[in-house]
């Protein structure tokens, strides 16, 4: 069964503190992605990564970075957390080549107090 | 600008009844529509994905439409049950490359007893 996994469901952070966000897949896909999604917004692209250590900023990249050390592993870093950075954070991946499924893990919801 | 519109916001529905999900979107050029469902807290699953040539796509109890010249889809679901209770998402994608994903707000759905 193909897999994207978050290493955190549920993660409460204090203003300023620094967050780590990792997702892991298992499907040797070049693509892989965070979002963040909001009450009526929407999902939003924070960025995206198109192979090892690969990047794009997508719509919302401000006050967060990204590493790709390794083809299956991306991780979102919040160097200073803000409490506007509370939200549910979705990473996904998918096969190079833009008809290529997206697959979800099943999210990270940061509390940022 | 690329828009993706999803209508109605939120519908109930009793369970055992059919209901229709709306996605107008502006997006060009047009590659690929997906629908994705979205239990509470989770991460989005793909239902379907339909290229400009497939005008119907079926999944179980899920049937997707588009019409690619009026630039509209529709989700069909059919003698609902109760777990498919979720928000329902839309999500275009432009030719261009796959970071350009436009989703849709999407729809949220209760079947109730």
């Known amino acids: 069964d193909v897999k994207v996994t978050q290493s955190s469901r549920y993660l409460v952070k204090r203003t300023g503190e620094k967050v780590f966000l990792e997702c892991v897949q298992d499907?040797?896909?070049?693509?892989m992605f965070w979002y963040r999604q909001d009450p009526g917004l929407g999902l939003r692209l924070i960025y995206f990564s198109y192979d090892v250590k690969m990047k794009e900023k997508g719509d919302i990249p401000e006050g967060y970075s990204v590493s790709r050390e390794k083809k299956e592993r991306f991780s979102l870093i919040l160097e200073s957390a803000s409490t506007n950075q509370t939200s549910m954070y979705l990473c996904?991946?998918?096969?190079?080549?833009?008809?290529?499924?997206?697959?979800f893990g099943e999210g990270s919801r940061l509390t940022v107090l | 600008k690329n828009q993706v519109e999803q209508s109605p916001q939120s519908l109930i529905i009793l369970e055992g009844k059919n209901c229709t999900l709306q996605c107008n979107y502006t997006v060009s050029p047009f590659s690929n529509l997906r629908w994705y469902k979205q239990d509470t807290g989770r991460g989005p699953v793909s239902l379907t994905i339909?290229?400009?040539?497939?005008n119907t796509k079926s999944n179980g109890r899920y049937t997707a439409t588009l019409d690619a010249d009026t630039k509209q889809s529709s989700l069909h679901i059919t003698a609902s049950q109760l777990s498919d209770s979720a928000s329902y998402i839309c999500?275009?994608?432009?030719?261009?490359?796959?970071?350009?994903?436009?989703f849709g707000t999407g729809t949220r759905l209760t079947v109730i007893p």
């Open positions: 339909m290229t400009f040539s497939e």
């Open positions: 999500v275009v994608s432009e030719q261009t490359g796959a970071n350009n994903l436009f």
């Open positions: 499907m040797d896909h070049e693509n």
């Open positions: 996904a991946s998918s096969h190079r080549g833009d008809t290529g499924e997206l697959f």
